[in-house]
DNA sequence: GCATGCTACTAGGTTATACAAGGTAGCTGG
DNA sequence: CCAGCTACCTTGTATAACCTAGTAGCATGC
């Protein structure tokens, strides 16, 4: 479509991707090549390894999620993550924060000028 | 509140803060100085001028805004700005998009694993 | 042995934006 | 005439994150 929704796309995903892999992992553990596999049926949220394991690690480092190393039947290992008491409060928070914005900008469709 | 929070809300500012101006805009024309105090009342999209000039600039040259000097009865001249026919079809793409990444992630809480 | 596919990770380059700070100028009231 | 508010705009800087490309290891099948 237009170069400008294009790059808009860009940029919103920088701030969504974040808050996608969490309520991924909402009500289920999942390793990171899942998530990679699993994120790219939904549109928009391709992503690949070079950007997830990152991100995954930051959500580490925050306190966020906690990784665990278990053995698979077939084939390497996996890192199952899972989220923390402090991940799910954020998660919320996030949430929040998202359903306020949109019922600020929704009031704004409505109501008169200054 | 987390300093991951805090960033996260700057990442995501990013990609909503143009969604933001196009739906404030979406039923009445406003000028900019107007555009700073309003958005001021919703929580979370608090802005200055420096923001939102070079804002309201990319998305005119983008198409999707017109721009109209109009002389006040107080104070100088404002500057007032419109959504054009396809600033609003940017508009639908992009709530279509959220919507679609939301149904996404969501669908994403209750499904098994791959 | 070797190819293929699964799994995890890292480094560097590119891109884009928000914000602070500063500048111009008109209008109003004391 | 000047202080303060309205109104618009520009420049520079810092930040930050995604993506490409590449490394590495294990398992399986041939």
Redesign the pocket.
Known sequence: MSEFFD?WI??V??GV??LCILRALENQER????LV?TLASVPGL??????L??????LRVAGLVT?RLE??????????YALTKEGRRTLADMNDFLDKLNQGTRSLHKLPSL
Not at 53 to 58: A, K, N, V
Not at 71 to 80: C, M, T, W
């Open positions: 790059n860009v940029q995903r920088k991707l974040e390793y990171g090549y899942e596999k391709a992503l690949t390894e070079g950007t394991y990152p991100l995954l690690s930051r990784a053995e698979s039947d077939e084939g390497p290992a996996r890192k199952y």
